[in-house]
């Protein structure tokens, strides 16, 4: 039997990753598993209570704050096995997941990324993932299929290639991995994920989606639902997307589109909204596109 190494991330949130990691315990049926839990810069070291706590899981620490890619290149780095399954740790397990998911892997070598169904833990009968359209690198724009709808099994004949994979739940071929690269990091939070899949689509592989595999997730824990943290990175990694992955002509539609008519649109939305502050970040993420070269 194949091992599969999990990985997953925490910052200030140890009772969430408590919930995940008793979710693994009680729910999932794959023997040959791996844990691995990042702490990734959280206040408090909750590592020693955890490994007297939890013996059977690898914890690693980081004493700042890497972001989402950079904690998880941590527990890459460190993984044993030939696929890696990263989740966030605001999701819960199912007792099929994790062996639907290696069993559609290894059936399908040209897999590179791979994510489940995902449907909101709060509400469970709602999909928040079945899949991902293609970019529209004009405008920055795609679609989350299946979001916000009640799951009535409209999409379960829909494994198979998709856009993008999904940040909170992807398993990843090694080998093919080995080929990408790591996640990249100068993304910090958002996007990386969708850059990352480009990256595997370079090197020769498929993104898929796997519609008879399901995992929940408590989405919005980390961040909040919207936050001055949220709306930088938002607008910043989604230029700094386009400048790493669009043709020439695209991305200078896509200048245009967002200085001419996104920029404003924005504005006059914080002022409605009340969040005039909002208005200096979006020009501090503009701005820190025009003067980083790290594209």
Not at 53 to 76: C, D, E, T
Not at 114 to 124: A, D, N
Not at 266 to 295: C, E, G, M, P, V
Request: proline share 3%.
């Amino acid at each position: 039997m194949q091992l599969v190494s999990v990985i997953t991330v925490n910052y200030n949130h140890n009772h969430i990753t408590e919930e995940l990691l008793a979710s693994i315990s009680t729910k999932n049926k794959h023997s040959e598993l791996e844990i691995i839990v990042v702490d990734n810069g959280s206040v408090q070291n909750p590592i020693p209570f955890w490994t007297l706590k939890y013996p059977n899981v690898k914890f690693i620490r980081s004493n700042v704050n890497l972001g989402f890619a950079g904690g998880n290149n941590l527990g890459i780095q460190e993984a044993s096995g030939d696929y890696l399954f990263l989740v966030n740790n605001d999701t819960e397990f199912t007792e099929t997941l994790v062996g639907q998911l290696l069993s559609t892997m290894v059936n399908n070598p040209q897999i590179g990324i791979l994510s489940p169904k995902i449907r909101y833990f709060h509400e469970p009968e709602l999909l928040q993932y079945a899949g991902f359209t293609e970019m529209n690198y004009f405008t920055a724009r795609n679609d989350c299929i299946g979001q916000f709808e009640k799951d009535l099994g409209q999409y379960d004949n829909c494994t198979g290639k998709t856009g993008f994979a999904h940040g909170a739940a992807m398993m990843i071929r090694k080998e093919a991995m080995e080929k990408a690269g790591l996640m990249p990091e100068n993304f910090f939070l958002y996007y990386e994920e969708m850059d990352w899949c480009e990256r595997f689509k370079r090197s020769g592989y498929e993104i898929w989606v796997d519609m008879k595999a399901l995992i929940f997730h408590k989405e919005s824990i980390t961040v909040g639902k919207g936050s001055i943290l949220k709306e930088f990175f938002m607008n910043r990694n989604r230029i700094l997307f386009i400048r790493r992955n669009a043709p020439t002509f695209k991305r200078l539609v896509f200048y245009l589109y967002f200085m001419l008519i996104v920029t404003p649109r924005n504005i006059l939305t914080y002022i409605r909204d009340k969040n005039i502050s909002y208005i200096n970040i979006l020009f501090k993420a503009i701005w820190w596109n025009i003067t980083n070269n790290t594209a």
